[in-house]
């Protein structure tokens, strides 16, 4: 990892989520690149700001989030820029991902106001993006990186995705990878179904530590949580299905729902990560 970007509207899971990029910086040698991304209008109200009071507001702004920079800086011993825009969080991100050439976005996640803004923009980046994001909850810190539980779906994932920032992040902490498929009870399943699921697999891990399993839940989520618990995780990967507009309508995100609900990162790698 060369650069990750970690969005803030300088809440408290924000900051918390800024510590810990700046460890995963710290230990990967990257730049850290702070984004606060914001709107100046009032909500409900239709009265226009003097263009002095919004210098002012951007220039305090920016001048907040330097501060905040150097601090960063100065106590892991990183490489911190900072970037402060006029502007919608997702489409901030979606370009900033592209201009820096980013590999790993970190957003923080709430667990007091689940329905904020900053988690459903969290949500929607993580479903949709075409780069890594890596989510953290509030209440999860920085302990390094032993383990990893991979809740692999092979309807996601095509053989050509060669998985190369799980393989980066294992390597970076000599981490255990278990390759756990999670899928409902199916009382017709063969050993040959269960075979192919790992089909490429082997080939794309084989530099890192891992395990295989089929494991059989009637609750996906529930299980996938589970199995957090069971192996001990310190964070969860997943590759998001892809829906349709009409079928993200009818579809509930298991993505998202166990982003509200687990105690550890999730790390989202889009299918579109191939080499």
Not at 29 to 38: G, P
Not at 132 to 155: C, M, N, Q, R, W
Not at 175 to 196: G, L
Not at 238 to 250: C, D
């Amino acid at each position: 990892m060369k650069t990750i970007i970690v969005a803030t509207d300088y809440s408290n899971d924000a900051n918390n989520a800024m510590l810990y990029a700046a460890e995963l910086a710290r230990v990967a040698n990257a730049r850290l690149v702070l984004l606060n991304a914001y709107n100046l209008s009032l909500p409900g109200s239709n009265t226009i700001l003097p263009v002095s009071l919004i210098d002012t507001a951007i220039k305090n702004n920016q001048a907040h989030l330097k501060e905040i920079a150097d601090g960063i800086a100065t106590t892991y011993g990183i490489s911190v820029d900072h970037i402060a825009r006029v502007a919608n969080l997702k489409e901030e991100l979606d370009y900033q991902a592209v201009h820096l050439q980013a590999d790993l976005i970190i957003i923080g996640l709430s667990r007091v106001y689940e329905d904020s803004i900053f988690n459903s923009v969290a949500i929607s980046i993580m479903r949709h993006s075409k780069y890594p994001v890596l989510v953290v909850p509030e209440d999860a810190s920085f302990k390094g990186i032993s383990t990893i539980l991979f809740a692999y779906d092979p309807d996601c994932i095509s053989s050509a995705n060669k998985l190369l920032l799980l393989k980066e992040i294992a390597g970076l902490f000599n981490a255990q990878v278990h390759v756990h498929h999670i899928e409902k009870n199916k009382s017709n399943a063969t050993a040959e179904d269960e075979s192919k699921c790992a089909f490429g697999l082997e080939d794309a891990l084989k530099e890192v530590g891992h395990s295989y399993k089929d494991i059989h839940y009637n609750n996906i989520v529930e299980g996938i949580k589970e199995e957090i618990e069971n192996t001990n995780a310190d964070l969860l990967l997943m590759v998001p299905h892809k829906y349709s507009f009409l079928e993200s309508i009818m579809h509930k995100s298991k993505t998202g729902m166990l982003a509200r609900w687990v105690h550890i990162p999730l790390l989202t790698i889009p299918n579109a990560t191939v080499a």
